[in-house]
Nanobody, 121 residues
Framework: QVQLQESGPGLVKPSQTLSLTCTVS??????????WNWIRQPPGKGLEWMGA???????RYSPSLKSRTSISRDTSKNQFTLQLSSVTPEDTAVYFC?????????????WGQGTQVTVSS
């Protein structure tokens, strides 16, 4: 059973960089045919895909967030990390990590529970 767990600070000040880590258990992030994604949900809004890192380590990002987003990984810890720079209160959201099968793009079969991040001074 694959499990994902987000971790990171719940409160970030405007203009700072938000950093979240997703720890994966029950499966390796280097296993072929899976992408590892970050998705967020602002209050009262729908899900927004932010970006992903493939089993190869290649990354792709939402065009609207690309200039501020970086996703990396630590294969020794089976973790991948989201960094979002220059945050504003509009970045307040519940942030999720999720696994995507390459055969079913944008279909996520395993999710973390989500972590609330508030951007406020």
């Amino acid at each position: 059973q694959v499990q994902l767990q987000e971790s990171g600070p719940g409160l970030v000040k405007p203009s700072q960089t938000l950093s979240l880590t997703c720890t994966v258990s029950g499966g390796s992030i280097t296993t072929n045919y899976y992408n590892w994604n970050w998705i967020r949900q602002p209050p009262g809004k729908g899900l927004e895909w932010m970006g992903a890192i493939a089993s190869s380590g290649s990354t792709r990002y939402s065009p609207s967030l690309k200039s501020r987003t970086s996703i990396s990984r630590d294969t020794s810890k089976n973790q991948f990390t989201l960094q979002l720079s220059s945050v504003t209160p509009e970045d307040t959201a519940v942030y999720f990590c999720a696994r995507e099968r390459l055969l079913d793009p944008y279909e996520y079969d395993y999710w973390g529970q989500g972590t609330q991040v508030t951007v406020s001074s």
